[in-house]
């Protein structure tokens, strides 16, 4: 199930299981995960500078939402997805219309929203 072009992907995920599970989906899909981290502050400061060019973010963590995170990967051009429990109404606001992820995770919908978070960038 490799894909045609391998991501270097930020994962923004505060359940130490849901994180291993999602790492270990995007390895299989041929995806490197950069760094898995679960708190807002700590993930801001690596969107501002890491290397990376996708992300998937979790809406919640812990009580604080990520929005500030996909504020700045949009500000520097790199594409990413929510992933939430409540689907696309677990997202308001400026970023109601950027894809989101239903959790657990379903691998074909997963890839299939990487593909298309990527594309919007080049359209």
Do not use: W
């Not at 930020?10 to 679960?38: K, P, Q």
């Not at 992300?55 to 604080?64: C, K, S, W």
């Amino acid at each position: 199930m490799a894909t045609r072009e391998a991501r270097q992907i930020l994962i923004v995920e505060d359940e130490f299981l849901v994180a291993m599970l999602l790492e270990d989906l995007l390895s299989e899909m041929g995806h490197r995960v950069v760094t898995c981290i679960a708190r807002v502050d700590k993930a801001m400061q690596f969107a501002d500078d890491g290397d990376i060019d996708f992300a998937i973010l979790d809406v919640n963590l812990g009580g604080e939402q990520s929005f500030p995170v996909a504020e700045i990967l949009r500000r520097r051009g790199i594409p990413f997805v929510f992933a939430t429990g409540y689907g696309a109404d677990g997202v308001s606001g400026e970023f109601r219309n950027e894809l989101t992820l239903q959790k657990p995770y379903e691998p074909r919908e997963l890839e299939r929203a990487i593909k298309k978070a990527c594309a919007r960038l080049t359209d």
